[in-house]
């Protein structure tokens, strides 16, 4: 084996490979298994060129090179068809179809001398010569190429899928690079003793294998300008390498060593790539993607402003004008992500996903802790796919999207909580000062209480009087019985009030709580006259004593009493209170309604400060009860059922006599 076999070994081995991986991956897709027997084809090539270098007798280099062309000539339609077969064009059947004839027709003669007139001996081994229907087949060939690549060109301009268009590129440029190498085996057939280009093919062909079998292809200007870059440092470095050998060469002729001028030369070179490799990488990038350096810059700035913006949908739409403009996106948006969806972070859509109907491409993952979210990006109006570095910096955009809308909505809870408290402080304020104002006119009223109280003695006296003098069958006496009975009335009503109003703190003694009860039924009166209420006493209790502060006790109940008549409403109700003794000799007290009740969240919160269920309440009533209940070491229970009223439980231990 020389080193001439090498080429077509690897070429023959690269496209069968390309073939199983063809007629495995091409089930559903007829371009695949085109592409398949296309591979198969330029392997039983390759093979040949390979035999040819290795055998020795003439008549059996031919009878290889006559055996492979025979298949061979159907490389003609193949070309044709497989181009139609991927862009649609199925206006171009005929041609193919005209094409395959003419192969069955040639086949014959592949074993004539009319196809190959015998074999010529080269530097690198043996290679067929041709006959005159030879010409006829490259003729054929190169016709077939022509069309092929004017439907691909065709197909490219009418192409609005920038994944497709990519892929056309490829093709063309693989194809017409495979073509090219090919048909330059002509000349070696015309006798040209030049090694066959054909031997390489398997360079654009694993291109074309690449933009077939590959979905997530990138730009292929990515693949351009790294070979440019290739290029350029190659032909730099060779430049240099060839000019320091002429340099060194001219000023010291024989007094230096070759072969330590071509290594002095090798190292120059080489740190002069090293050392100017960013530098020159960076001009070849700016000349030549200079879009895509700019959406890079803007990408950076975008992920860093959305931080500040504390709202939402702001940040949403700022993301999708910035992205619209930059990108020139069709289509963008950022929508809630679904539980059921894949959890990778990019995703490229196929034309099965619903997202690409509905003109997406890419979704990349919002990793939101309280908003997940997926931004879905486009096609880009100049039909150019997006690069690995755009997806790289769109991912780290969509983690700080992420925390500028997790930002957005602690922003939003903390604005939100600031002003429900600016407004509840400012409600409480209001309620307090009332509360205050009536706190107030409750001490006036007692002062008020206060001095009528003699005055109303001695009207009393004065009448008592009268009445011990009169007849008592005149109708003077029962008038001033009569105003006497009012009278009494009035003083219990002012006794009452000053009793429940003493707001000095007063030492604890015996307290009835019969006495209590009827003091606060005598003060709300006036709440419960003209509505259709019941009230019902049933005070059994034996010992009604217990010890505590009188003011405090009728505090507790007024508080309860006038809650229930307002849960009551104004339907139809009753109100209960009643006492009785528990086993232990502890004083019970139940006040119960029939009127709206409490729901469990109610009742949970009943007791705290500040919380109310009223428009114009201060939620302290209940608080205070609950409080002054503790400090007479009593106990306080409620039950209630939204609908169906409630029950208050106080309980308190016994006074001991």
Request: with cysteine; charged share 25%; hydrophobic share 45%.
């Amino acid at each position: 084996m020389s080193i001439y076999t090498i080429p077509p070994l690897i070429s023959s081995i690269v496209l069968f490979i390309f073939f199983v991986i063809g007629i495995f991956r091409g089930k559903t897709e007829r371009q695949n298994i085109l592409f398949s027997f296309v591979c198969l084809l330029g392997f039983f090539l390759n093979l040949d060129k390979m035999l040819l270098t290795l055998v020795e007798d003439e008549t059996q280099a031919l009878k290889i090179s006559r055996l492979d062309h025979m298949f061979l000539v159907f490389i003609i339609p193949l070309y044709m068809h497989f181009s139609c077969a991927l862009t649609g064009k199925g206006e171009y059947s005929k041609v193919y179809k005209v094409l395959y004839a003419i192969s069955f027709l040639l086949m014959p003669f592949t074993q004539t001398d009319y196809y190959l007139s015998g074999v010529r001996r080269h530097f690198f081994g043996f290679f067929a010569t041709a006959g005159p229907l030879f010409y006829a087949f490259g003729l054929l060939s190169i016709v077939s190429i022509g069309l092929s690549m004017f439907i691909l060109f065709s197909s490219l301009r009418e192409e609005t899928v920038a994944l497709k268009r990519a892929k056309v590129k490829y093709i063309i440029l693989s194809m017409g690079s495979s073509a090219f190498l090919s048909h330059f085996d002509l000349l070696v057939v015309l006798g040209w003793d030049v090694y066959p280009f054909g031997n390489f093919i398997f360079l654009p062909m694993s291109l074309l294998a690449y933009s077939l079998l590959k979905h997530d292809i990138m730009e292929w200007k990515i693949f351009l300008n790294r070979g440019l870059l290739f290029f350029i440092f190659f032909f730099l470095s060779s430049a240099l390498f060839l000019g320091l050998i002429t340099i060194v060469d001219h000023l010291y002729g024989r007094d230096i060593n070759p072969y330590l001028n071509s290594l002095f030369a090798f190292f120059v070179s080489l740190a002069f790539v090293l050392a100017f490799r960013d530098r020159i990488e960076s001009i070849v990038l700016n000349m030549t993607l200079k879009e895509e350096l700019k959406r890079r810059g803007i990408l950076k700035e975008l992920s860093l402003s959305i931080l500040k913006i504390g709202s939402i949908q702001d940040v949403k739409e700022f993301v999708i004008g910035r992205l619209r403009s930059a990108f020139q996106l069709r289509e963008c948006a950022i929508r809630p992500r679904l539980l059921k969806e894949p959890q990778r972070n990019v995703r490229f859509f196929s034309e099965t996903d619903p997202e690409w109907r509905k003109g997406y491409r890419v979704g990349l993952v919002v990793p939101s802790d309280r908003a997940p979210q997926e931004l879905l990006l486009g096609e880009k109006l100049d039909m150019t796919l997006y690069t690995e570095e755009e997806i790289e910096l769109l991912s780290i955009l969509a983690n700080n999207l992420a925390l500028a809308i997790d930002n957005a909505y602690i922003y939003g809870q903390l604005k939100d909580f600031s002003e429900s408290l600016e407004k509840m402080v400012e409600e409480k304020t209001k309620a307090l000062i009332r509360s205050e104002s009536l706190a107030e006119i409750g001490r006036l009223a007692a002062g008020v209480a206060h001095e009528l109280n003699n005055p109303l003695a001695s009207v009393r006296s004065t009448i008592e009087y009268h009445i011990d003098r009169l007849d008592k069958e005149g109708d003077l006496y029962g008038d001033l019985e009569f105003c006497l009975k009012e009278l009494n009335r009035a003083e219990n009503i002012v006794k009452s009030l000053l009793y429940a109003t003493r707001q000095k703190e007063e030492e604890k003694s015996q307290v009835n709580v019969h006495g209590a009860i009827e003091d606060s039924l005598r003060i709300l009166y006036n709440e419960y006259k003209k509505r259709p209420i019941e009230i019902k006493k049933e005070l059994r209790a034996e010992n009604p004593l217990i010890f505590g502060v009188h003011g405090r006790v009728c505090q507790v109940l007024i508080n309860l009493i006038k809650n229930g008549i307002e849960a009551i409403g104004e339907k139809n109700g009753y109100l209960k209170i009643a006492t009785d003794n528990t086993e232990d000799g502890s004083l019970r007290i139940v006040i119960e309604d029939n009127g709206c009740g409490m729901d469990e969240e109610t009742k949970k919160n009943l007791f705290k400060p500040f919380f109310t269920t009223k428009h114009q309440g201060v939620g302290l009533g209940l608080y205070v009860s609950y409080e002054i209940v503790k400090s007479l070491k009593g106990e306080i229970f409620v039950e209630s059922e939204k609908g169906k009223g409630s029950r208050f439980i106080l309980v308190f231990p016994p006074y001991q006599l």
